[in-house]
């Protein structure tokens, strides 16, 4: 998730392992914790290592095990009369607690990032699949702001009771993030059985900055559908579906190193197109509507008219700063409470959102 919510959920899990030993630096030793793994982007190579090795090594629970001895160490070392006690027997003043407490800031970080669609590679080395569940938008207030709120009382009073509330809500709020998926999975897939639509692969994510509104992505050999739902909308309400074609002939024949990484971590939920002669893989997980947050020109069309690779890949993201919030959200929050509301038709309208774009 973003590193907000990183350091808060961090400074959280210092707070209760640790408050009572060392004070406010628990807090900022768990925040610090809990954003460390995502240094990882100091190491990437290109624009695709870029995409698909982020949550690898440094989010993974064996590596994040091996590290936290040292890490404890150095904590031992600036805390001296904290740690004194080396028997065993003394449970929380031994150094393998201070072992346990660090890992176990370290792995708020890799675990909370589980519940998002990005993908997590928890069991690297051994496992180099990327995780998600896919039930937590990236970037979700409600999980958040209560949180901080909690946080901030706790090391302000020094009382730990808010910050073990904070983390009940939020863990709270994270359970029902996967009851509230699989509910509108059983209606996506309800939906797309009435419409006798095949789906090669089938995916129900959040839309921004909620667990209310629902989306769904359904793979077909030609293109995908997208379907939305509320929470709120009555059981037995007809859901508007909109199709949009991918053509993955586009592809170069040979298809190159980056762009079966590009296929394997999105986990076959990408879109081709050609846009002026150039091929473009776009990972429909994040963003839509032709505005993708993770674009990837893989090809392009030579003078003789044949698909040709490109020899590096070159990236194209969205990000927030380059889009208009407001009318998204505006949009979203309306769609929550009316199920009347037609969200394709303000995507439809909007220029922001052209689906004909690529940045």
């Known amino acids: 998730m973003d590193s907000i919510t990183q350091i808060v959920l961090g400074a959280a899990v210092g ?31 290109n624009a695709v290592d870029s995409f698909t090795e982020h949550r690898s090594f440094s989010h993974s629970l064996f590596v994040l095990l091996l590290v936290s001895p040292v890490f404890a160490w150095l904590m031992k070392q600036w805390h001296p009369l904290t740690i004194m006690k080396e028997d065993q027997s003394q449970d929380t003043n031994s150094f393998q607690y201070f072992v346990f407490s660090v890992y176990t800031m370290l792995a708020t970080h890799p675990i909370l990032d589980w519940f998002t669609v990005y993908g997590t590679q928890l069991l690297w080395p051994f496992n180099k699949f990327p995780f998600g569940l896919s039930s937590v938008y990236i970037v979700d207030p409600l ?136 091929v473009w893989l776009s990972d429909l997980r994040m963003g839509g509507f032709g505005r993708f947050v993770f674009n990837f020109n893989v090809a392009f069309r030579n003078k003789g008219g044949e698909i040709e690779a490109h020899g590096e890949v070159q990236s194209k993201s969205i990000r927030p700063a380059q889009v208009d919030v407001g009318p998204v959200l505006s949009a979203v929050i309306n769609r929550i409470s009316k199920s009347n509301e037609d969200l394709f038709e303000f995507f439809d309208g909007a220029e922001m959102l052209d689906r004909e774009e690529v940045d």
């Open 15 to 45: 707070e209760v392992l640790l408050g009572k030993k060392i004070g406010r630096k628990a807090a900022l030793y768990g925040a610090f914790f809990g954003t460390f793994p995502d240094l990882d982007v100091l190491w990437v190579k």
């Open 143 to 278: 999980y958040t702001l209560p949180f901080l709120i909690c946080l901030l009382i706790t090391i302000k009073t020094r009382k730990r009771t808010p910050v073990i509330v904070g983390l009940i809500l939020s863990s709270s709020y994270l359970v029902w993030s996967l009851f509230a998926q699989s509910m509108q999975n059983e209606h996506f897939e309800a939906d797309l059985k009435q419409k006798g639509i095949v789906a090669v692969g089938s995916m129900t994510l959040p839309m921004p900055l909620n667990t209310f509104l629902w989306k769904n992505i359904a793979m077909t050999e030609d293109g995908y559908w997208i379907t939305f739902r509320s929470v709120f909308d009555p059981k037995n309400l007809p859901l508007k579906s909109q199709f949009f074609r991918s053509d993955s002939t586009l592809l170069p024949r040979e298809q190159t190193h980056d762009v079966k990484k590009l296929q394997a971590f999105t986990k076959g939920f990408y879109q081709v197109v050609e846009r002026d002669g150039q």
